[in-house]
């Protein structure tokens, strides 16, 4: 028997240049003009960490486009140094909630450009802007567009070990599930059930319109989305006022994983470009999130885990946001280890690593968006850092199975981990980026036989 996705099973890409002429064709059909919307019947917009992974997907043909997706993303930054995880440049009816449920639009006057959305996204601009500035071609326009995010992202940078970080100790705190990217993950579930959903006006979504609901949120989460959402709005969205105000007040692993990437890939930055008076403070938020790290580590499951700061303990969920410590860097080798004999086990149990929550839990849910199936840029990330630490085998695996549900089933938002089944939004910006920036270096030959599709 062929299993599915390995060559001479059925492919809907069987030869891989052809996969990579596709991607290229999804994020040009997806273009707004210097930014990338997800996919535009899902998320008609501009989403934060979606732009950062896009542009090392522009990059691989079109420098120039690659440095506007990330200058793009600033438009909407706020004047106290936040970068919305949604800038709405052009109105569009097709996505709930939109810029009036929001509210943000007169926050600032006219210091805010765009409509934004009101909370951020996991913070990839300095690891991404770092990256693409190494690898340029044209070094002038890199040195040029560096130059002009730097302030920026230190700002945004700022604002997460300010506003987020009242205790100054490293324990970085997101206030929403749409903040870690994993908006229905298991680590949410406990936290999410304090949130109040009485007196919640009426309310349409409208992913439902375009996506299978068993690979959707439930109805029980979408309320509570919205009603962190109004209690942030009702107190203007000031950072300390919303900070104490929410009964979600969680520290993502991922968020602090993916923040001392940032950091220490913004102090390279600050070193080369010259802003040295910069190097303390990047240093001490270096300090504190190695620290933050540690408290994070839970010996007995031999992971990283997120953790609750209202009723102070871990999430009793491992999530794929729990590997992400190896992109972070600096993991101790015996913790490399013991985190590998963890997706070890998982690998047994999904043939294209790494699901989104724990396979040998009942919970595990293969089809549901962040409770069971795989993700393109999750696995880059977690990839690129088992690199880092040595141990290429395992980063090979998750690139070369990505590949594969990518040749297999196309350019879906998201994977199941047991078939490979494409999910969620067709033609979607990222999954393609990840293909053309990194999957595709890892995916088989060209596949010859009768049985191709
Ligand atoms: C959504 O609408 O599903 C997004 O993930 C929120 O940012």
Same mark, same amino acid.
């Given at each position: 028997?062929?299993?599915?996705?390995?060559?001479?099973?059925?492919?809907?890409?069987?030869?891989?240049?052809?996969?990579?002429?596709?991607?290229?064709?999804?994020?040009?059909?997806?273009?707004?003009?210097?930014?990338?919307?997800?996919?535009?019947?899902?998320?008609?917009?501009?989403?934060?960490?979606?732009?950062?992974?896009?542009?090392?997907?522009?990059?691989?043909?079109?420098?120039?486009?690659?440095?506007?997706?990330?200058?793009?993303?600033?438009?909407?930054?706020?004047?106290?140094?936040?970068?919305?995880?949604?800038?709405?440049?052009?109105?569009?009816?097709?996505?709930?909630?939109?810029?009036?449920?929001?509210?943000?639009?007169?926050?600032?006057?006219?210091?805010?450009?765009?409509?934004?959305?009101?909370?951020?996204?996991?913070?990839?601009?300095?690891?991404?802007? $770092?990256?693409? +500035?190494?690898?340029? =071609? &044209?070094?002038? #326009?890199?040195?040029? !567009?560096?130059?002009?995010?730097? %302030?920026?992202?230190?700002?945004?940078?700022?604002?997460?070990?300010?506003?987020?970080?009242?205790?100054?100790?490293?324990?970085?705190?997101? $206030?929403?599930? +749409?903040?870690?990217? =994993? &908006?229905?993950? #298991?680590?949410?579930? !406990?936290?999410?059930?304090?949130? %109040?959903?009485?007196?919640?006006?009426?309310?349409?979504?409208?992913?439902?319109?375009?996506?299978?609901?068993?690979?959707?949120?439930?109805?029980?989460?979408?309320?509570?989305?919205?009603?962190?959402?109004?209690?942030?709005?009702?107190?203007?969205?000031?950072?300390?006022?919303?900070?104490?105000?929410?009964?979600?007040?969680?520290?993502?692993?991922?968020?602090?994983?993916?923040?001392?990437?940032?950091?220490?890939?913004?102090?390279?930055?600050?070193?080369?470009?010259?802003?040295?008076?910069?190097?303390?403070?990047?240093?001490?938020?270096?300090?504190?999130?190695?620290?933050?790290?540690?408290?994070?580590?839970?010996?007995?499951?031999?992971?990283?885990?997120?953790?609750?700061?209202?009723?102070?303990?871990?999430?009793?969920?491992?999530?794929?946001?729990?590997?992400?410590?190896?992109?972070?860097?600096?993991?101790?080798?015996?913790?490399?280890?013991?985190?590998?004999?963890?997706?070890?086990?998982?690998?047994?149990?999904?043939?294209?690593?790494?699901?989104?929550?724990?396979?040998?839990?009942?919970?595990?849910?293969?089809?549901?968006?962040?409770?069971?199936?795989?993700?393109?840029?999750?696995?880059?990330?977690?990839?690129?850092?088992?690199?880092?630490?040595?141990?290429?085998?395992?980063?090979?695996?998750?690139?070369?199975?990505?590949?594969?549900?990518?040749?297999?089933?196309?350019?879906?938002?998201?994977?199941?981990?047991?078939?490979?089944?494409?999910?969620?939004?067709?033609?979607?910006?990222?999954?393609?980026?990840?293909?053309?920036?990194?999957?595709?270096?890892?995916?088989?030959?060209?596949?010859?036989?009768?049985?191709?599709?």
């Amino acid at each position: 028997m062929v299993e599915a996705g390995t060559p001479g099973a059925s492919w809907r890409f069987s030869d891989p240049e052809d996969c990579t002429k596709e991607a290229q064709r999804v994020l040009r059909q997806n273009d707004r003009g210097g930014y990338t919307v997800p996919t535009p019947n899902i998320y008609p917009f501009q989403w934060n960490w979606d732009s950062c992974l896009v542009a090392l997907g522009w990059v691989t043909f079109d420098e120039t486009r690659a440095w506007q997706e990330i200058e793009s993303l600033f438009i909407g930054q706020w004047p106290d140094g936040m970068v919305p995880h949604i800038v709405f440049h052009r109105d569009d009816p097709g996505y709930f909630p939109g810029p009036d449920i929001w509210g943000t639009a007169s926050l600032w006057g006219d210091r805010l450009a765009v409509p934004t959305s009101g909370i951020s996204d996991p913070p990839l601009a300095a690891t991404i802007a $770092l990256k693409l +500035w190494r690898g340029a =071609r &044209d070094q002038q #326009q890199a040195k040029a !567009a560096v130059e002009r995010l730097y %302030p920026k992202i230190a700002a945004w940078h700022r604002w997460f070990h300010t506003a987020r970080d009242p205790a100054q100790d490293g324990m970085v705190a997101i $206030l929403h599930p +749409w903040e870690s990217g =994993r &908006d229905n993950s #298991q680590d949410w579930d !406990a936290a999410l059930s304090r949130v %109040p959903t009485d007196d919640l006006p009426p309310f349409q979504r409208r992913d439902l319109d375009r996506v299978d609901a068993a690979q959707r949120p439930r109805k029980e989460q979408y309320e509570r989305y919205l009603s962190l959402i109004l209690t942030f709005r009702g107190k203007g969205y000031e950072p300390k006022a919303i900070y104490e105000a929410s009964p979600f007040r969680m520290v993502d692993i991922g968020t602090v994983a993916i923040l001392l990437r940032a950091d220490r890939d913004l102090r390279v930055l600050a070193e080369t470009l010259g802003y040295r008076e910069d190097l303390v403070e990047i240093d001490r938020w270096i300090a504190r999130g190695e620290s933050a790290l540690d408290r994070l580590w839970d010996e007995t499951a031999g992971v990283f885990r997120s953790y609750d700061l209202i009723s102070g303990g871990f999430t009793d969920a491992i999530t794929s946001a729990s590997f992400l410590p190896f992109y972070g860097g600096g993991v101790k080798p015996e913790r490399c280890t013991r985190m590998v004999e963890v997706l070890e086990r998982w690998g047994t149990q999904s043939s294209y690593p790494v699901p989104s929550f724990d396979p040998g839990d009942q919970r595990f849910d293969s089809l549901r968006y962040w409770r069971g199936p795989t993700w393109a840029i999750v696995n880059h990330m977690i990839a690129e850092g088992l690199t880092g630490c040595g141990h290429e085998g395992w980063a090979a695996r998750i690139a070369g199975a990505t590949a594969r549900a990518i040749r297999q089933s196309g350019f879906w938002e998201y994977f199941d981990p047991i078939t490979g089944r494409g999910l969620g939004g067709d033609d979607f910006t990222w999954t393609a980026a990840m293909w053309l920036a990194w999957a595709r270096d890892f995916s088989p030959p060209n596949d010859s036989s009768e049985d191709a599709a």
